[in-house]
């Protein structure tokens, strides 16, 4: 029986480990909390961070791992390429492991290649933030160097109000892993993601989602909708440079998950990840609009084998998150009646009666989703919103 790791077992997780099981493998999960759910499931449960690189790389000797991989979470990526590197099996090299979770060297790679980025400076420290700022003449957008899921992203919209400025630094770099932020230009126009397969260096686009945030300042992301409304030449320059992406940063074999803001200059890289992309896109939306599973293909990529990444049909599908006031949770009503809508396949809630509902500054404090699937983009969305306004959710003050 073929061993796969997979790092984390928090519920983003739980598709790899169950489709791992479904395929035959042995599954050797590991994460540092005892009680995540993924270890409901899992063969093999190690309490160990997955950032631990080390204590990673002797666990994946002592049980002669085939493959490792993680599903929508960006700072495993390093041990995984350290694991690889190790064991010699698939998975990204730590060159790319680093460009693919450190912002800075992430736009200055692919500057350095020629894919499109924003104007961006890297700071260290209060005085070269106050520099930076200083070469913009309109918006910006603060935020950590090396973290993700919205987490100390700004926007100044007043490059003279002092205050915000101040702010913003604050609040950017309180989110920095290493404390280094990047202030760039801010990108107007509609924003994209691009989940893409890497097998021996080919790179396939397997679909184009459309998102939709809450906007100025934070920009948190509130819903996915593919396949995508732009129109078609457009979605050829974003193939074209998500593509270009992928390759300077040197994904061989594994996935991508490309963000793309489609500016009045064409396409640009907000962000790219080595690995597939979260909020359900890749482990519900795609396969729902596609047929294409990409958590299978990951999987079988990571062992060495070729998946089958051949789009079976032509769907759509969408999600659209809860938003909701600021308190507590107190009641949720009409969940079955909107689950019998039509269109409708998943109705979650990541959060319980009695606890606390804040406001939405990154995507940990969304509350649930609704996932739907129809035949075009507009009606699942459509599906996804008469749903929720089906569902009753009572939230009292503090």
Known sequence: MKKIMILGASILQLPAIRKAKDMGLKTIVVDMDKNAIGFK??????????????SVVEAAKKYQIDGIIT????????TIA????????VGITED????????????????ENDVPVPTFYRVKNEEEYKNAIRGFQSKLIVKPADNSGSRGVFLIEDIHDEAVIKYAYEYSRKYSRSGEIIVEDYMEGPEVSVETLSINGEVSVIAITDK??????????????????????IQEQIRDVAKRAVKAIGIENGPSHTEIKVTKDGPKIVEIGARLGGDNITTSLVP???????????????????????????KSSAIRYFDT?????????????????????????????????????????????????????????????????????TVEDK
Do not use: W
Request: glycine share 6%; aromatic share 4%; charged share 30%.
């Open 82 to 89: 350290r694991v690889a590197k190790e064991l010699n099996i």
């Open 71 to 78: 599903l929508a979470s960006d700072m495993p990526m390093r």
């Open 325 to 393: 006031p600021v308190g507590i949770l107190k009641d949720i009503e009409g969940i079955e009646e909107a689950k019998k809508l039509d269109g409708i396949k998943q109705i979650s809630f990541t959060k319980n009666i009695g606890d606390k509902v804040g406001i939405i500054l990154s995507s940990v404090d969304r509350i649930g989703f609704v996932i739907a699937q129809d035949e075009t983009t507009e009606k699942a969305i459509k599906d996804c919103e008469e749903a929720i306004k089906r569902i009753l959710i």
């Open 212 to 233: 939709l945030t809450t906007g100025a300042p934070r920009f948190v992301e509130m819903g996915h909708s593919e396949p995508s409304k732009l129109e078609r030449g």
């Open 41 to 54: 499931e899992a063969d093999v449960c190690l309490y160990i961070s997955t950032i631990d690189i080390d």
């Open 96 to 111: 790319t492991a680093f460009k693919a979770t450190n912002k800075v060297s992430m736009r200055t790679c692919l500057k």
């Open 288 to 314: 729902l609009s596609t047929g294409v599973n990409m958590v299978e293909c990951c999987i079988r990529i990571a062992l060495g084998e070729k998946p089958d990444i051949e789009q079976k049909f032509h």
